[in-house]
C-alpha cells in the first residue's frame, strides 16, 4: 500500500450516492463532501460511458463512476499530489489500472480529440469561492488550487465555458456551482453563453458555510445575503449548491 507522511493512517469509509468504499485522506487534497456526493448522484453510467473527472481530488468521483460500471476514467489535476492519492485509491479499491490514464496539467491544456477512448461524460468539481469573501492568503497553499475561484467566485468556472465550447467535441458535462457567487452572476453566466452552450441546473441542494467565511458574509446586506443563497438553519449559515449539466448547441 502506497503510504507517505501526508496521508491519514487508516482509510475512511465514504458514502457517496448509495455506493460505500474505502478512501485514502490526504492533508494537501479536499475530503470529499456534499458536491461530491450531489454531483455522482446525476451520474448517468453505463458500460459506454468514458469519463474525464477534471479536478479529481481523491478520486472518488471516478471510483464511483467505475464501480457503476464505467469502462475508463481519465484523472485529471492540477496537483500531483492529488494523483499520487488516486492511484493509492484504485488500488485500495482494487480497480485496474489500465482502466484509467491520469493527466497532471491545467485542464485547459487538454484536448478532448486526444484522449483515447473518447470521453462521453466530463465532471468539474470546480473551485467556486469568491475572494471577495474569502481571503485566499489565508489558506494554505494547496487548499487555494481547491477553493479559489477569482474574485467573483466565477472565474475557473468561465474559464471551463470557453475551454469546452473550443473543443472539437463535446460530450455532456456536470459541473458544480456554489451559490455564493451570487444567484444574480450565475444566471448572467448561463444567459451569456446561451447561444453556444445548454446550461440547465439538474441539482440543488444545501451545505454548512465554511466558518472562515462568515465574516465576510457578515458585511454583506439582508438582500445581498439572499442573493448569495445564503439561510440561517439552525442558527448557522448554509449556502445553496447546483450541479449545472453542460452540452453544446446543436
Known amino acids: 500500500?502506497?503510504?507517505d507522511k501526508n496521508f491519514v493512517p487508516e482509510p475512511a469509509l465514504v458514502s457517496i450516492a448509495g455506493q460505500t468504499f474505502p478512501v485514502?485522506?490526504?492533508?494537501?487534497i479536499p475530503p470529499s463532501g456534499f458536491f461530491t456526493d450531489l454531483l455522482c448522484r446525476q451520474l448517468k453510467i453505463d458500460p459506454a460511458t468514458s469519463l474525464l473527472d477534471i479536478g479529481c481530488g481523491s478520486g472518488?468521483?471516478?471510483?464511483f463512476a467505475l464501480r457503476?460500471?464505467?469502462r475508463y476514467v481519465a484523472f485529471n489535476d492540477i496537483q500531483e499530489a492529488a494523483l499520487e492519492v488516486t492511484r493509492c485509491n484504485l488500488e485500495l479499491n482494487q480497480v485496474p489500472l489500465q482502466a484509467c490514464h491520469f493527466y497532471n496539467m491545467p485542464f485547459v491544456s487538454l484536448q478532448l480529440t486526444d484522449l483515447a477512448p473518447e470521453i462521453t461524460l466530463i465532471t468539474?468539481?470546480?473551485?467556486?469561492?469568491?475572494q471577495e469573501l474569502l481571503d485566499m492568503s489565508t489558506l494554505t497553499p494547496p487548499e487555494r488550487f481547491f477553493r479559489d475561484g477569482?474574485?467573483?467566485?466565477l472565474r475557473v468556472i468561465r474559464g471551463f465555458l470557453d475551454w469546452y465550447i473550443n473543443q472539437k467535441i463535446h460530450p455532456d458535462c456536470l459541473i458544480t456551482v456554489c451559490s455564493l457567487a451570487g444567484k444574480k452572476r450565475l444566471?448572467?453566466?448561463i444567459t451569456q453563453y446561451d447561444d453556444r452552450l445548454l446550461i440547465h441546473p439538474v441539482a440543488?441542494?444545501?451545505?454548512?458555510?465554511?466558518?472562515?467565511?462568515?465574516?465576510?458574509i457578515m458585511k454583506l446586506s439582508p438582500a445581498q445575503q439572499k442573493d448569495r443563497g445564503l439561510i440561517l438553519m439552525d442558527g448557522k449559515w448554509h449556502e445553496e449548491l447546483y450541479i449545472w449539466n453542460i452540452s453544446a448547441c446543436a
Open 1 to 3: 500500500m502506497c503510504m
Open 24 to 28: 485514502l485522506m490526504d492533508a494537501r
Open 60 to 63: 472518488v468521483i471516478g471510483i
Open 68 to 70: 457503476m460500471g464505467a
Open 124 to 130: 468539474f468539481n470546480a473551485p467556486t469561492m469568491p
Open 150 to 153: 477569482g474574485p467573483d467566485g
Open 187 to 189: 444566471t448572467h453566466v
Open 204 to 216: 440543488q441542494s444545501y451545505a454548512l458555510t465554511r466558518t472562515e467565511v462568515i465574516p465576510g
